[in-house]
Nanobody, 125 residues
Framework: QVQLVESGGGSVQVGGSLRLSCAAS????????MGWFRQAPGKERDFVAH????????DYIDSVKGRFTISKDNAKNTLYLQMNSPKPEYTTVYYC??????????????????WGQGTQVTVSS
């Protein structure tokens, strides 16, 4: 059974930093593409960051490039999202995702992934 548990959300001021974590269980963590998404109330879940199963391919939505860093620790079965100098418009719920299949060649999306319960991030000016 796949389980993803996010933590690390909270309130942060512009110019500060926050690190989200996602503890994964079920399956061999190192074999799966992982990602971070965010979703505002009443809106679709949007892609934020992607890391391939082998860590070679990393991608971000343009608006967070240079501010966010996605990484994973295979020994701890944990995915991270380091958020530096976030903007107030980044305020929303962030979700961790894991691709359903091993060694995938594409990013997570709502049709092919497992999801955590989400963690709220609030950025204030």
């Amino acid at each position: 059974q796949v389980q993803l548990v996010e933590s690390g959300g909270g309130s942060v001021q512009v110019g500060g930093s926050l690190r989200l974590s996602c503890a994964a269980s079920g399956g061999t963590f190192r074999n799966y593409n992982m990602g971070w998404f965010r979703q505002a109330p009443g809106k679709e879940r949007d892609f934020v960051a992607h890391i391939s199963w082998n860590g070679v391919a990393i991608d971000y939505i343009d608006s967070v490039k240079g501010r966010f860093t996605i990484s994973k620790d295979n020994a701890k079965n944990t995915l991270y999202l380091q958020m530096n100098s976030p903007k107030p418009e980044y305020t929303t719920v962030y979700y961790c995702s894991r691709y359903a299949a091993e060694y995938a060649r594409s990013r997570c999306n709502p049709g092919n992934s497992y999801w955590g319960q989400g963690t709220q991030v609030t950025v204030s000016s």
